[in-house]
């Protein structure tokens, strides 16, 4: 009884260090007597007490590092560049004769996140300087693409994937940027100058053209009432020497309507202070006196008289 129960009081103290849990998305390693023995996954789990113990506990989530390195491009800009790096424990098993990710992660390196860091910028430093500082903008996925598949093919020796690496931000010295600024405003002034410049060509082209469209239909305008004219004077001619008035008689009647016809407008509408009359009033009295007594009625209207002398 007394060995049954020193067997009982043994397996009591023993099974707490026997026994334990590896959490998920976690891999204990385990060693016998500080030699690698075995690596274990998620649930429960057993060692045994005092010759095996749990050496390293390894996170199998994905991790990120930030930094910033400082690269010189081809036309030698200094520029400033903020890098995040993803990477995790290859979950590669073990392979005949080849050691897992989980025991090359942990026996290997003494420090990954450094090494990591220095592939990264070693990398970045021979890729920026093959590009000018506007192809390291235009083309900034593409380095940081090269970049990982460069040092990802190191890092899987020593148990680690990188998953990508990105390029975040590039900064640049104080004064270049100012330039770039104003090298920009004036690109972008230019660019505003000569679209003013043709809106205004446009414009006058089309104002230039509209004129000329005016022009053309009143030039047209004016010859059909021209036309018209000459045709209703034509025809009115005709039908004055149909009733046996001379040419001459006819020739005369037409002037005196039309001075008459005009002389009605002008009492009417005009507000011009000089008129022209013949030198021969004699032969025009009557339409002096008309014109003296539209100036009577209009009371506004100054008429002078201005001799014609030419015979």
């Not at 075995?38 to 113990?53: D, M, S």
């Not at 400033?80 to 590669?92: C, G, H, P």
């Not at 053209?209 to 001619?237: H, W």
């Amino acid at each position: 009884m007394i060995g049954f129960a020193i067997i009982v009081v043994l397996l009591v103290l023993c099974l707490p260090q026997a026994l334990f849990i590896v959490p998920q998305q976690n891999v204990y390693i385990i060693e016998r007597l500080g030699k690698f023995n075995r690596t274990v996954g998620a649930g429960l789990n057993v060692k045994i007490p005092f010759f095996e113990t749990v050496a390293a506990k390894v996170d199998m989530r994905t991790r990120q590092e930030q930094f910033g390195i400082d690269a010189k491009t081809r036309d030698n800009v200094t520029v400033t560049m903020a890098i995040a790096a993803q990477y995790r424990v290859s979950a590669q098993p073990a392979a005949q004769g080849q050691p897992s990710g989980v025991w090359r992660s942990y026996y290997m390196l003494a420090n990954p996140t450094a090494q990591m860091r220095s592939y990264l910028i070693d990398a970045l430093r021979s890729s920026v300087p093959q590009y000018t500082l506007d192809e390291v903008f235009d083309k900034k996925d593409a380095i940081a693409s090269d970049v990982n598949q460069t040092v990802s093919g190191l890092m899987v020796a020593y148990g680690y994937d990188v998953v990508s690496t990105l390029i975040t931000s590039i900064d640049l010295p104080a004064d270049v940027e100012m330039s770039m600024n104003r090298i920009n405003s004036a690109q972008r002034e230019k660019e505003a100058a000569q679209s003013l410049a043709e809106a205004e060509r446009i414009k006058v082209v089309t104002e230039a053209r509209a004129r000329a469209e005016a022009m053309e239909q009143a030039g047209r305008g004016i010859a059909a009432q021209r036309k018209a004219i000459a045709d209703g004077i034509s025809e009115s001619l005709a039908v004055i020497k149909s009733s046996g008035v001379s040419a001459a008689e006819a020739n005369q009647l037409f002037i005196f309507t039309q001075w008459t016809d005009m002389m009605s407008e002008f009492a009417r509408n005009g507000r011009q202070s000089t008129v022209v009359l013949p030198s021969d009033f004699t032969a025009t009295a009557s339409m002096f006196e008309q014109m003296l007594v539209a100036q009577e009625s209009e009371g506004e209207e100054e008429f002078v008289v201005v001799e014609d002398t030419a015979k």
